[in-house]
């Protein structure tokens, strides 16, 4: 995941920061914990690895599986933002926690860690969440990343060779050979595993943007395996389709998103219904709450004094997803439920805004 927009300007801060513009925390905010910077690692001209150290008191929590990400909590210039970011470590093999970060034209997390995180700063972060993992099948894994999208398919892809006996193929798309991170690293993942492990770079300087054309290729006789997709929006599309074309069943096809609308400037969808009151199902107990026009079902729940489930609040991660039994809602962003998801009733709630004058949704 990338450099996710949420932003807020009231609320605890949450990040001391580099030498310049540090701001002391005396205490993380409720469910956050500070993670102690040990390493920042250059992997290209824009991005870097973050190699962080989890208190051992917090350890369990920290607990991770391959694909997973941090909800991060940050200040930048007096302004608070929520940023999502995949793991690139595998928790196979037993090396400390790490995020990569590629540096986003205009975001200010992204351009902040890059330019500013050093060893010694406290980074406050959410327990690893997603659900872009490895299935326990043991089919061979086929993988598409474009640009940063590589970062949770790395750890896909290394916990699944070294765990396993399984075989793995990565289509990974770059601009140019300059931009390819974990460029070394892959090169060892192929020696280390070359009778399971197949990687074919594709450069747009060299080729064009990847084709639908390409996608076929590369998955020629790859039945029964699972497929992993992530990466701009654009690259996924065009993976998506030539994967359906290929006939692959959609349980078998893991979508990540990272390249998301600024949810924080989108305006609710227009509605003309009137909802009166939002009925909230929470850990077994139900709650009534009147609803105030322009508000999402999370921050109804919050009115409601719930501790409804949430992460990046940006409609990506899919942590606060909730199932609607009663009336309709529509969502502002969706980049985490696919449309059997949202056929069965699954919404975002921290982007659904109901549509009907009563509403009831179950937080499962």
Request: with cysteine; proline share 5%.
């Amino acid at each position: 995941m990338g450099d996710h927009h949420s932003t807020a300007n009231a609320g605890p801060a949450t990040v001391t920061g580099g030498a310049a513009g540090a701001v002391d925390m005396a205490d993380a905010p409720e469910g956050f914990v500070p993670l102690r910077v040990k390493h920042v690692i250059p992997e290209t001209r824009d991005a870097v690895s973050i190699v962080l150290d989890v208190p051992r008191g917090s350890a369990a929590r920290f607990g991770y599986q391959a694909g997973q990400f941090l909800t991060l909590l940050v200040r930048v210039d007096g302004r608070e933002y929520r940023r999502c970011y995949s793991m690139s470590s595998s928790p196979a093999v037993g090396e400390d926690l790490r995020i990569t970060v590629k540096r986003d034209r205009g975001g200010a997390v992204s351009n902040w860690l890059n330019d500013t995180a050093a060893p010694g700063d406290l980074l406050y972060a959410l327990p690893p969440q997603g659900r872009f993992v490895l299935n326990d099948t043991g089919r061979d894994l086929v993988a598409f990343a474009g640009g940063s999208g590589i970062t949770p398919v790395f750890s896909l892809l290394r916990t699944a060779l070294v765990s396993g006996t399984r075989g793995a193929r990565l289509f990974y798309a770059n601009r140019n050979r300059d931009a390819v991170i974990f460029d070394e690293a892959l090169k060892t993942l192929e020696k280390r595993h070359a009778d399971r492990f197949v990687l074919h770079h594709h450069l747009d300087d060299q080729r064009g943007f990847a084709t639908q054309a390409d996608i076929a290729a590369f998955v020629e006789n790859t039945d029964g395996a699972d497929f992993y997709v992530c990466g701009p929006n654009e690259f996924m599309d065009t993976v998506r389709t030539a994967l359906g074309a290929a006939g692959v069943p959609t349980g078998r096809l893991h979508i990540e998103h990272f390249d998301v609308t600024d949810v924080a400037a989108a305006a609710p969808p227009e509605t003309d219904a009137v909802t009166d009151e939002v009925t909230i199902v929470l850990d077994g107990s139900t709650t009534t709450a009147p609803y105030y026009a322009g508000n999402t079902l999370l921050q109804t729940a919050r009115m409601a004094g719930l501790r409804a489930p949430s992460s990046c609040e940006i409609g990506s991660c899919g942590t606060c997803m909730g199932r609607l039994t009663q009336g309709s809602a529509r969502m502002i962003n969706n980049d985490a439920l696919d449309q059997d998801e949202v056929d069965d009733g699954w919404v975002l709630t921290c982007q659904a805004v109901p549509t009907s004058p009563t509403v009831r949704v179950v937080y499962e």
